[in-house]
């Protein structure tokens, strides 16, 4: 039996799960499109950084991953390459966590299991028409090229690498992050309070790129613990390298009319990856994408009860709304990674010099911390 969808979401990652879950709390049909799966890999590398406003998102929807699969951070120490240090504190920001680091498998599965329980959610092959279509499909989206949407994209000189490392110190719940010549290193805390896991983002340059992942894991290993100046003790490499190249994007439009069938009116809108990208230094990007999901929810949850979900107006709003707020983000990430990409004697004193005035301005790093955290509207 044929059905008639009101929305029809291509892309069944996380912002596409989450965006089908929350239109389905508005009485809205919605087909997600999901081709055939392909057998991935035993061992995913990918983890998260969530903010509070992504778990409370999350929760909503009751698709927050168990308590070994998101671990709280409750402190961030970020180094410089002079000795200049930033720490940043939970307890000082009044909060449980700055953040949680989530295994991406544990959260696609969770989302998974709340889709195939909703009924105004039907997974389908391929797209299906529908009053709005809504583009999740990532950054290499080829819906958003088949729509001719022009995506702007600035490339940087560095790749990221992710693995895991087990530790031979417990990571205590810590975010550690190091400003090196040799690139942007991240350890992220896995496995619960206790845990002696971590998951590794190494921003370096290209030419780094195959030289690193050609390693043996105990020399890999042994170049991290060096990199990370031995802040966990000895470090053995427990899963494979990933490694893609960084860059900031966005999407000139983020709406528009699709062509019309008879006298009803079709409309596209991207979200999450398909419409921008930043670099991951501040680990924001999906925080970012789940926003777009909420925003766009919101607006079509707003609208008065005779326009249609593929009234431009409406999706115009949310397209300002989203490049607004994503602005401050965007120019503040592109900009450190652009002054702690330079090996310039000045640069690196204005860049440490920089750290060590935001360690001593209280109002300053209360204000970064709570942008991160995602509670500087609350």
């Known amino acids: 039996m044929a059905h008639t969808f009101d929305i029809c979401i291509r892309g069944a990652g996380i912002v596409g799960r989450t965006l089908a879950l929350l239109l389905a709390r508005e009485r809205l049909r919605v087909a997600l499109v999901a081709p055939p799966a392909i057998q991935s890999p035993a061992t995913d590398v990918r983890a998260y950084a969530l903010n509070t406003a992504s778990r409370t998102l999350l929760e909503s929807l009751r698709s927050w991953p168990d308590p070994e699969h998101a671990t709280a951070v409750t402190r961030m120490q970020v180094q410089g390459d002079q000795g200049s240090t930033v720490h940043f504190d939970a307890a000082t920001q009044g909060a449980d ?3 949680w680091i989530v295994d991406v498998p544990a959260l696609e599965q969770r989302l998974a299991e709340a889709v195939r329980y909703q009924p105004q959610v039907e997974v389908v092959p391929a797209p299906v028409d529908a009053a709005l279509t809504i583009v ?3 950054r290499a989206s080829s819906t958003r090229a088949e729509f001719g949407v022009e995506f702007d994209v ?11 490392l087990a530790c031979e110190h417990p990571h205590g719940q810590i975010a550690r992050q190091w400003f090196l010549p040799q690139g942007i290193l991240a350890f992220l805390p896995l496995n619960g309070a206790d845990g002696h896991t971590v998951a590794v983002v190494w921003s370096v340059e290209r030419e780094q790129v195959a030289p690193l992942l050609d390693m043996a894991p105990e020399a890999f290993a042994e170049e991290l613990q060096a990199a990370s100046q031995g802040a966990l003790g000895q470090l053995e490499l427990v899963a494979s390298r990933a490694a893609w190249p960084l860059q900031q994007a966005q999407a000139s439009r983020w709406c528009g009319p699709m062509a019309e069938s008879g006298k009803t009116t079709r409309s596209w809108v991207l979200a999450g990856d ?3 990208n930043i670099h991951p230094l501040a680990g924001q990007g999906l925080n970012l ?3 777009d999901a909420q925003a766009l929810a919101a607006v079509l949850h707003g609208r008065d009860y005779w326009r249609s979900v593929a009234d431009l107006r409406l999706l115009r709003r949310y397209e300002r709304e989203r490049k607004a707020a994503m602005l401050p983000m965007s120019l503040a990430t592109d900009g450190l990674q652009q002054l702690f990409s330079r090996p310039e004697n000045p640069l690196q004193a204005l860049r440490n010099w920089g750290l060590r005035g935001v360690e001593r301005s209280g109002p300053i790093k209360n204000w970064i911390a709570r942008q991160a955290m995602g509670t500087h509207g609350l």
């Open 274 to 276: 398909a419409a921008h």
């Open 154 to 164: 600035t490339p940087y000189t560095q790749h990221a690498i992710a693995t895991r």
């Open 136 to 138: 999740c499909e990532g």
């Open 289 to 291: 994408g789940l926003a």
């Open 97 to 99: 966590a700055l953040a």
